[in-house]
């Protein structure tokens, strides 16, 4: 990466730490609370701890963006390190209010150029748009062409995953407790997809290896066998699932880039353990 420019990726990521230890990526921090007890990933908490904590909760965790001052006081410790130009890559913004925080807190920081890009994506996707750029950066290019080719992929990430249960759904709110219940006796397993910043309901299949198999189908309707991808395999808490559908998807597809993820607390909150999925953009995508 270049040594006067600096990549800031959303704190609701996920990457492998082979991802992190390779391009080092900086982070603004999410907060998850537990009643009156504020954690920050990878700082107070680690996932272990998270999960641990999530099952043995009677409440539902709440998630929280970084406040203007953290934004702020990342910024002015990366100029003072000597970088001239921060690209920001942030959750989909009608998922929280990171985007607008970071723009704002860009305007009241002077001494580097700063841009902050909706990645349209979430979690592992949006890390993929970060080690697209990292590569840029590291390979030579400039700033504005790395900025322009994060905004290219905002939007051409897609995700598809498997949902394990319906009780985490349930208790944010996204789903009635009747719903759960009956998702529960019949093992009904849904499939959910984030792509362009909505994310929707694609079906819903009983048990989970026909939710695997019918996971696959979507995929490969969504890009054809032997694409050039590059490619994540999620999951939350449960590496073993994320093993068998990311070998799979080297199988069938010319994986350029391929690495397994936790996907985090902010998805675990919202979906539970057990999820399986994948992040990907086709190569071409990321061309001008």
């Known amino acids: 990466m270049s040594d006067r420019s600096v990549i800031i990726i959303d704190g609701s990521s996920a990457m492998s730490d082979e991802v992190q230890r390779e391009f080092r990526f900086r982070s603004l921090p999410i907060h998850v609370l537990f009643g009156d007890e504020d954690f920050t990933p990878g700082v107070n908490m680690t996932t272990a701890e998270y999960y641990d904590k999530l099952a043995s909760s009677k409440k539902p965790p709440t998630t929280a963006a970084a406040s203007l001052g953290e934004c702020v006081e990342i910024y002015r410790s990366l100029i003072a390190e000597g970088f001239k130009s921060i690209l920001v890559i942030t959750v989909i913004n009608e998922a929280s209010v990171t985007h607008t925080v970071a723009k704002t807190a860009a305007q009241q920081v002077d001494g580097a150029k700063i841009e902050v890009v909706d990645s349209r994506t979430t979690a592992g996707g949006i890390t993929l748009i970060a ?91 969504r890009v054809p066998p032997g694409s050039r991808i590059h490619a994540c395999a999620m999951h939350t808490n449960n590496p073993e699932r994320a093993h068998v559908l990311g070998e799979w998807v080297q199988e069938r597809f010319h994986c350029v880039e391929y690495w397994i993820a936790e996907a985090g607390p902010i998805i675990g909150t919202h979906t539970g353990p057990g999820v399986a999925g994948l992040c990907w953009y086709r190569e071409e995508d990321a061309r001008a």
């Open 131 to 221: 080690t697209a750029c990292a590569r840029l950066l590291r390979d030579g290019r400039g700033f504005d062409e790395t900025v322009a080719t994060a905004r290219r992929l905002a939007g051409k990430v897609q995700i598809l995953a498997l949902i394990d249960t319906l009780e985490y759904l349930r208790r944010g709110g996204r789903v009635s407790g009747a719903q759960a219940a009956f998702g529960a006796l019949l093992s009904i397993k849904p499939i959910v997809e984030v792509k362009d910043g909505d994310r929707v309901l694609v079906d819903k299949v009983r048990t989970r290896e026909r939710g695997v198999e019918r996971l696959k189908q979507l995929i490969e309707e």
